[in-house]
């Protein structure tokens, strides 16, 4: 059964911490794993990652594929209190997309 | 360039009713995908329609169906509702090829008495 797993549920840091965000899979006919910002409205889109050992970087935020230990981080240092919201990992397979039930981050100023 | 849009945006119905939701994808797109997310089991695919077929399908039952129209415009529909049904319903489109970018609208909060 296609499954993506997310850790931790939830975190709680203060203002300038680091985070890393953790999210596993085990798919079939794996194409592509996408990371989004989900606050208080639907899912905005961060980051979508195709091969494996490659970062991708925006500000603050980046991320890594290990496409042979099925893997990906999402780090995100010098947190801020905006930075708060449930951050969700999606693999997209040959015919759908599998989300993992989300990591909750809050940033305490 | 205007955003995905859904309407409504929230609606109340009675067991055993059935309701229609909207989505308007980004111009120019023409996938749309539906996804339904609960507290409890988190976002899950629906299904994917690109020019007015329906390419995808996730593990829901046959209450749940949904077309596309030619300006690619798509509704789902759910029929029998059921307490379980309550959910937001989201959408999201995008160009239609397997590597691009999902876009998601700001959902239908569904609510089911």
């Known amino acids: 059964e296609d499954k993506v797993v997310q850790s931790p549920l939830s975190l709680v840091v203060h203002e300038g911490d680091t985070v890393t965000l953790n999210c596993s899979y085990e798919?079939?006919?794996?194409?592509?794993l996408l990371w989004y910002k989900q606050e208080k409205k639907a899912p905005t889109f961060l980051f979508m990652l195709?091969?494996?050992?490659i970062e991708k970087k925006s500000g603050r935020l980046s991320s890594i594929l290990d496409n042979k230990e099925l893997f990906s981080i999402l780090n995100i240092t010098a947190t801020q209190t905006g930075d708060s919201a449930v951050y969700l990992c999606?693999?997209?397979?040959?015919?759908?997309?599998?989300f993992g039930t989300g990591t909750s981050l809050t940033v305490i100023p | 360039k205007a955003g995905v849009t859904q309407t409504p945006r929230y609606l109340i119905k009675t067991r055993g009713q059935q309701v229609t939701l909207s989505c308007s994808p980004i111009?120019?797109?023409?996938?749309v995908s539906w996804y339904q997310q609960t507290p409890g089991q988190g976002l899950q695919f629906l299904f994917e329609?690109?020019?007015?077929?329906?390419?995808n399908k996730g593990n829901f039952p046959g209450r749940f169906s949904g077309r596309q129209f030619s300006n690619s415009r798509s509704e789902m529909n759910v029929s029998t509702l059921e307490l379980g049904d309550s959910a937001l319903y989201l959408c999201?489109?995008?160009?239609?090829?397997?590597?691009?970018?999902?876009?998601f609208g700001p959902g239908t909060r569904l609510t089911v008495l």
């Open positions: 999201a489109s995008s160009l239609g090829q397997a590597t691009d970018t999902q876009y």
């Open positions: 329609y690109f020019s007015e077929t329906q390419r």
């Open positions: 195709t091969s494996s050992g």
């Open positions: 999606a693999v997209e397979t040959g015919n759908q997309f599998y």
């Open positions: 798919v079939t006919n794996f194409r592509s």
């Open positions: 111009s120019g797109h023409r996938s």
